[in-house]
């Protein structure tokens, strides 16, 4: 139905600051790596939609076999000079009830 205008399609151009990803990145990029990983095992997955579900993925195989998955990304202390500490993630209780799995992913960023 017509043109957008300069300004409007100058708006539409990603604006990157940095390649260092932020911590909501580095958890999208996390999950659909697990994505990517579970299709070629030969598993269906299934993304949660809601940003508060106690699992990010469920994924099923042939067999029909569950899995509920919280997908979480490495992290690090900052404040230890001589090597890297890992923080280490535990289910919450209602991931322990559920039978939810925590998967960490490292994606090096």
């Known amino acids: 139905m017509g043109c957008r205008t300069n300004k409007s399609l100058n708006s539409a151009k990603p604006n990157i600051k940095s390649s260092r990803l932020n911590r909501t990145q580095k958890g999208v990029v996390g999950e659909y790596q697990c994505c990517v990983d579970f299709t070629k095992q030969g598993k269906w997955v299934f993304k949660a939609i809601d940003p508060q579900s106690p699992c990010d993925l469920i994924t099923l195989d042939e067999n029909g076999k569950v899995e509920l998955i919280d997908v979480k990304t490495n992290t ?4 230890v000079k001589s090597y890297k500490r890992k923080i280490w ?3 919450t209780a209602k991931q322990k009830k559920l039978g939810i799995k925590i998967l960490m992913v490292d994606h090096g960023n």
């Open 76 to 79: 690090y202390r900052k404040n």
């Open 89 to 91: 993630r535990i289910p």
